[in-house]
């Protein structure tokens, strides 16, 4: 059967994208649809303008550390709409960038939503109907708001970037990822960050040392963290009294997105009040009238598509990678999905993805580096050594400020391999981006102290630590 195409993609996020361009350059015909912008929550809505916004709030501490190095440089005021101008400007660009990669590899695009109706063949919006070979699911995620009173009225990330001006106050919802680097981003900008987290301690899932030291440093920065909080209601400004229950009515408490002034109500029967809410409750995949549980695509608890070690889904023409997928929600791993992909499919390589030993970079500040196992985990697994030394990195102690930094591995007893590396500093996503090549190549403890130390850098703690600080 001749079809119209040989590969369809549905998504021009990263991984989208990248899969494209790549099946392109081995000759065959590509289309690709995209509802929204071109480049998908990592360039529009997501890495790239939070990263931006890291940067632009890391500047409240430079003329204070200024002085302290003899320059004569007064505090500054945060011009937020300037700012956003530039931002949008720089995204527009980057969207135009992505655009010319794919008609520059001969991609046909459809800004439009597709969805599949027949395993060879997606419908557009207008009801146009092209056939593929194969058809790569790529639509990414949709942050989630809970299932609490009023939720409609408080922002997700995707507000973020696009707020008339910054509120005074904010309440974030969340202890992950987007709730403790957005808590770090506003408070820097000026906004007073109030932080609710339903569990013990912040960023579950990653080494306890760093999520205790990175809780630490945000709690000094000013933000006010409450663990062990949630939230119950959310209201107007006064809805609720200090220890009034909270309304049973979703009615009575729903002003609109954005809107406060707010009263909300916490699960310790608080009451807090803010001028907006952001919920940083985790994002949920993007498989919703997708027309795929109809031709037989398996979907997952939590609406995921769900795909063997080659991408595959459960129908053999159909192929899902990145978020949709909810492997490890990574720009950096849906865009090896996607190559993987093209290779497995285009190129008549079998090539499953490897999600080991990922390194990643959470940019609260200072930032939190990891690779490879917790401290916790792999004290699980076999007995380790554990390596650690916290300082106050020289170019801000000479400052007079208080904040530390943390340098950790983990290394097996048996193999000596370093089995984790925990970086709790500024500019952490740079160093664990190359501890993390040591590591993944199986590095013994041994092996780092055989590499001199770059001296003075915080980074050199990693080659010079000489005794275990735990064992066990
Ligand atoms: P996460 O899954 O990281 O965190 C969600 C947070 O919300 C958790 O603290 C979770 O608590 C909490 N939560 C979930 N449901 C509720 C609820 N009903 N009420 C209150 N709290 C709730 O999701 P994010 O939204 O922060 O980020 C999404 C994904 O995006 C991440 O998994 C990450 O892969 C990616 N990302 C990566 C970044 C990076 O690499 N720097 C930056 C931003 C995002 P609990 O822990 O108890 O479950």
Redesign the pocket.
Request: hydrophobic share 40%; proline share 5%.
């Given at each position: 059967m001749a079809f119209d195409c040989d590969l369809f993609v549905i998504g021009g996020g990263s991984g989208g994208v990248r899969a494209a361009r790549m099946a392109a350059a081995t000759g065959a015909r590509v289309q690709l649809a995209e509802e929204s912008r071109m480049g998908g929550t990592c360039v529009i809505r997501?890495?790239v303008p939070?990263k931006l916004m890291v940067y632009a709030s890391s500047f409240r501490e430079l003329p204070g550390q200024a002085r302290a190095y003899g320059w004569d440089i007064p505090d500054g005021n945060f011009d937020w709409p300037a700012f956003r101008t530039t931002l949008h400007t720089e995204l527009d660009r980057l969207e135009g960038v992505y655009r010319k990669l794919l008609t520059g590899s001969g991609i046909t695009i459809h800004d439009s939503r597709a969805r599949l109706v027949d395993p060879h063949e997606v419908e557009l919006a207008d009801g146009r109907r092209i056939s593929a070979k194969h058809i790569l699911i790529a639509t990414g995620g949709r942050?989630e708001r809970?299932?609490v009173p009023g939720a409609a009225a408080g922002m997700v990330?995707d507000d973020i970037f696009n707020m008339d001006r910054l509120p005074a106050s904010i309440l974030i919802?969340?202890?992950?990822?987007?709730?403790c680097?957005m808590a770090g981003i506003l408070q820097g900008l000026g906004v007073k960050v109030t932080q609710f987290?339903?569990?013990a301690q912040?960023l579950?899932g990653f080494d306890d040392e760093a999520r205790g030291m990175v809780a630490e440093a945000m709690k000094a920065q000013g933000i006010d963290l409450r663990l062990g909080s949630?939230?119950a209601a959310i209201g107007p400004r006064g809805g609720f009294g200090a220890g009034m229950a909270a309304p049973v009515s979703e009615q009575a408490v729903a002003p609109a997105v954005g809107e406060g002034p707010f009263s909300v109500q916490s699960t310790t029967g608080t009451v807090c009040d803010v001028e907006a809410v952001l919920f940083?409750?985790?994002?949920r995949p993007n498989t919703a009238g997708l027309g795929l549980e109809e031709l037989g695509v398996k979907l997952g608890r939590r609406g995921e598509v769900v795909v063997d070690a080659y991408s595959q889904t459960a129908v053999p023409s159909v192929y899902a990678i990145g978020d949709v997928t909810n492997r490890?929600?990574?720009t950096p791993v849906a865009i090896r999905e996607g190559m993987a992909f093209s290779r497995t499919v285009f190129e008549g390589v079998p090539t499953p993805v490897d999600h080991d030993l990922i390194p990643?970079?959470?940019?609260t500040q200072p930032e939190l580096g990891t690779v490879g196992l917790t401290e916790e985990a792999a004290r699980e697994a076999e007995p380790i050594e554990v390596y650690a030394t916290s300082f106050r990195p020289m170019r801000t102690a000479f400052a007079g400020t208080q904040d530390r930094v943390l340098m950790k591995l983990i290394v097996s007893q048996a193999t000596r391999r370093v089995l984790g590396c925990h970086i709790v500093a500024p500019e952490a996503g740079e160093m664990i981006q190359l501890a993390g090549i040591a590591v993944k190549m199986g590095a013994t403890k041994e092996q780092f102290d055989q590499v001199c130390a770059v001296h003075p850098t915080m980074a050199e703690e990693l080659v010079t630590m000489r005794n275990p600080v735990r064992k066990g």
């Amino acid at each position: 059967m001749a079809f119209d195409c040989d590969l369809f993609v549905i998504g021009g996020g990263s991984g989208g994208v990248r899969a494209a361009r790549m099946a392109a350059a081995t000759g065959a015909r590509v289309q690709l649809a995209e509802e929204s912008r071109m480049g998908g929550t990592c360039v529009i809505r997501g890495c790239v303008p939070k990263k931006l916004m890291v940067y632009a709030s890391s500047f409240r501490e430079l003329p204070g550390q200024a002085r302290a190095y003899g320059w004569d440089i007064p505090d500054g005021n945060f011009d937020w709409p300037a700012f956003r101008t530039t931002l949008h400007t720089e995204l527009d660009r980057l969207e135009g960038v992505y655009r010319k990669l794919l008609t520059g590899s001969g991609i046909t695009i459809h800004d439009s939503r597709a969805r599949l109706v027949d395993p060879h063949e997606v419908e557009l919006a207008d009801g146009r109907r092209i056939s593929a070979k194969h058809i790569l699911i790529a639509t990414g995620g949709r942050p989630e708001r809970p299932d609490v009173p009023g939720a409609a009225a408080g922002m997700v990330s995707d507000d973020i970037f696009n707020m008339d001006r910054l509120p005074a106050s904010i309440l974030i919802v969340g202890g992950g990822f987007i709730a403790c680097e957005m808590a770090g981003i506003l408070q820097g900008l000026g906004v007073k960050v109030t932080q609710f987290y339903r569990g013990a301690q912040i960023l579950r899932g990653f080494d306890d040392e760093a999520r205790g030291m990175v809780a630490e440093a945000m709690k000094a920065q000013g933000i006010d963290l409450r663990l062990g909080s949630n939230v119950a209601a959310i209201g107007p400004r006064g809805g609720f009294g200090a220890g009034m229950a909270a309304p049973v009515s979703e009615q009575a408490v729903a002003p609109a997105v954005g809107e406060g002034p707010f009263s909300v109500q916490s699960t310790t029967g608080t009451v807090c009040d803010v001028e907006a809410v952001l919920f940083a409750t985790g994002r949920r995949p993007n498989t919703a009238g997708l027309g795929l549980e109809e031709l037989g695509v398996k979907l997952g608890r939590r609406g995921e598509v769900v795909v063997d070690a080659y991408s595959q889904t459960a129908v053999p023409s159909v192929y899902a990678i990145g978020d949709v997928t909810n492997r490890v929600n990574l720009t950096p791993v849906a865009i090896r999905e996607g190559m993987a992909f093209s290779r497995t499919v285009f190129e008549g390589v079998p090539t499953p993805v490897d999600h080991d030993l990922i390194p990643s970079a959470v940019f609260t500040q200072p930032e939190l580096g990891t690779v490879g196992l917790t401290e916790e985990a792999a004290r699980e697994a076999e007995p380790i050594e554990v390596y650690a030394t916290s300082f106050r990195p020289m170019r801000t102690a000479f400052a007079g400020t208080q904040d530390r930094v943390l340098m950790k591995l983990i290394v097996s007893q048996a193999t000596r391999r370093v089995l984790g590396c925990h970086i709790v500093a500024p500019e952490a996503g740079e160093m664990i981006q190359l501890a993390g090549i040591a590591v993944k190549m199986g590095a013994t403890k041994e092996q780092f102290d055989q590499v001199c130390a770059v001296h003075p850098t915080m980074a050199e703690e990693l080659v010079t630590m000489r005794n275990p600080v735990r064992k066990g």
